[in-house]
T-cell receptor, first 115, second 111 residues
C-alpha cells in the first residue's frame, strides 16, 4: 500500500539554525500539506501546496517557513531560524484530489527538537 | 474563531462495549468531515470520511447533522486495538484544503 514517507524521524537543532524537513508524498497525489503538533496539543495546519505553489497557509506559516518541491518526488519544509517554540512533530500529508472528500494521508512525522 | 470541539474523555470501556464520540464544528460552510485515529506519538490515520447520509464501515458508524453542526462516531463491539485518540477533522469550506482538527477523544478499551 503506498504511503507518505518523511525524513529524518527526529531532528535536534540549536535555536537560530535552519532545518529542512523532507517528505515523499504518495506518488500519484497532487496536493501536499504540512501540519504540526506540539506535544499534548492538537494537530495544526501549516500550508497546502498544489501545482508548484502554495494554495493556503495558516497564521503559523510566517516568513520563517517555506516549502518547496525540488523534484518530482520530494516535498520539503524549511524553517529558516528555528525558535524554541518550533519544537513539535511535523507531519506531511498528501491527497489525490481537492474539494469534497479529499482524504489526506499522513506520513509518520519528524520530531523537531529545538534547544 | 472557527473551531472543532470534542469531548476529551478519556473513555475507559470494556472489550465488547459500544462507545460513541461527539464532535461539533463552528463553521457552517464546512463541507468535508472525517474521523482519524491517532496512536501515541504516531501520525493521524484516516478512519473514515463522514457523508451526509451517514456511513458505516464494519464496526464503525459515522453520522453528520449539518443543521446542528454535529458529527458522531459509534464503535460497536470494541476491541483492545481500538484504544487510541479519535480526531474529528473538518475542512473550512468547499475547495479549501486546510483541515481543522479537534483535540481528540481518548479511548482505552480494557480486557
Amino acid at each position: 500500500e503506498p504511503e507518505v514517507t518523511q525524513t529524518p524521524s527526529h531532528q535536534v537543532t540549536q535555536m537560530g539554525q535552519e532545518v529542512i524537513l523532507r517528505c515523499v508524498p504518495i506518488s500519484n497525489h497532487l496536493y501536499f500539506y504540512w501540519y504540526r503538533q506540539i506535544l499534548g496539543q492538537k494537530v495544526e495546519f501549516l500550508v497546502s501546496f498544489y501545482n508548484n505553489e502554495i494554495s493556503e497557509k495558516s497564521e503559523i506559516f510566517d516568513d520563517q517557513f517555506s516549502v518547496e518541491r525540488p523534484d518530482g518526488s520530494n516535498f520539503t519544509l524549511k524553517i529558516r531560524s528555528t525558535k524554541l517554540e518550533d519544537s513539535a512533530m511535523y507531519f506531511c500529508a498528501s491527497s489525490a484530489t481537492s474539494g469534497r472528500g479529499h482524504e489526506q494521508f499522513f506520513g509518520p512525522g519528524t520530531r523537531l527538537t529545538v534547544l | 474563531r472557527k473551531e472543532v470541539e470534542q469531548d476529551p474523555g478519556p473513555f475507559n470501556v470494556p472489550e465488547g462495549a459500544t462507545v460513541a464520540f461527539n464532535c461539533t464544528y463552528s463553521n457552517s460552510a464546512s463541507q468535508s468531515f472525517f474521523w482519524y485515529r491517532q496512536d501515541c506519538r504516531k501520525e493521524p490515520k484516516l478512519l473514515m470520511s463522514v457523508y451526509s447520509s451517514g456511513n458505516e464501515d464494519g464496526r464503525f458508524t459515522a453520522q453528520l447533522n449539518r443543521a446542528s453542526q454535529y458529527i458522531s462516531l459509534l464503535i460497536r463491539d470494541s476491541k483492545l486495538s481500538d484504544s487510541a485518540t479519535y480526531l474529528c477533522v473538518v475542512n473550512d469550506s468547499e475547495g479549501r484544503h486546510d483541515m481543522r482538527f479537534g483535540a481528540g477523544t481518548r479511548l482505552t478499551v480494557k480486557p
